[in-house]
Nanobody, 126 residues
Framework: VQLQASGGGLVQPGDSLKLSCVVS?????????VSWFRQAPGKEREFVGG????????YHADFLKGRFTLSKDNARKMVTLQMDSLKPEDTGIYFC???????????????????WGQGTLVTVSS
């Protein structure tokens, strides 16, 4: 399974960005979950959100308070992360990750994912 993340960039506070994670090398719809994590300088990688493909259900991190939205596109084999009302503390490298089976109760843990993309940098600064 290969994951290609894209869409990062430099934006101002309050702006929006849309990140994309394209999956190849495996049947998209049979993956358990495709998720987004982020890592700020000097901090641990944290869960942003994940999409359970078989049930068409997104899971968002509580701390985001509705600012970020996950969606999927089966035809393009893609999971997207729409980020609105961006804040400076959203700055970091955003990674997409995938796992064959849906990890009940542990999907927010980075160590349980089988595959990772290379990451895309998001910088929110005035």
């Amino acid at each position: 399974v290969q994951l290609q993340a894209s869409g990062g960039g430099l934006v101002q506070p309050g702006d929006s960005l849309k990140l994309s994670c394209v999956v190849s090398g495996h049947t998209f719809s049979t993956l358990g979950i495709v998720s987004w994590f982020r890592q700020a300088p000097g901090k641990e990688r944290e869960f942003v959100g994940g999409f359970r493909l078989s049930l068409n259900r997104p899971y968002h991190a509580d701390f985001l308070k509705g600012r970020f939205t996950l969606s999927k596109d089966n035809a393009r084999k893609m999971v997207t992360l729409q980020m609105d009302s961006l804040k400076p503390e959203d700055t970091g490298i955003y990674f997409c990750a995938a796992r064959y089976n849906f990890p009940v109760g542990t999907y927010s843990r980075a160590d349980i994912y089988n595959f990772w993309g290379q990451g895309t940098l998001v910088t929110v600064s005035s």
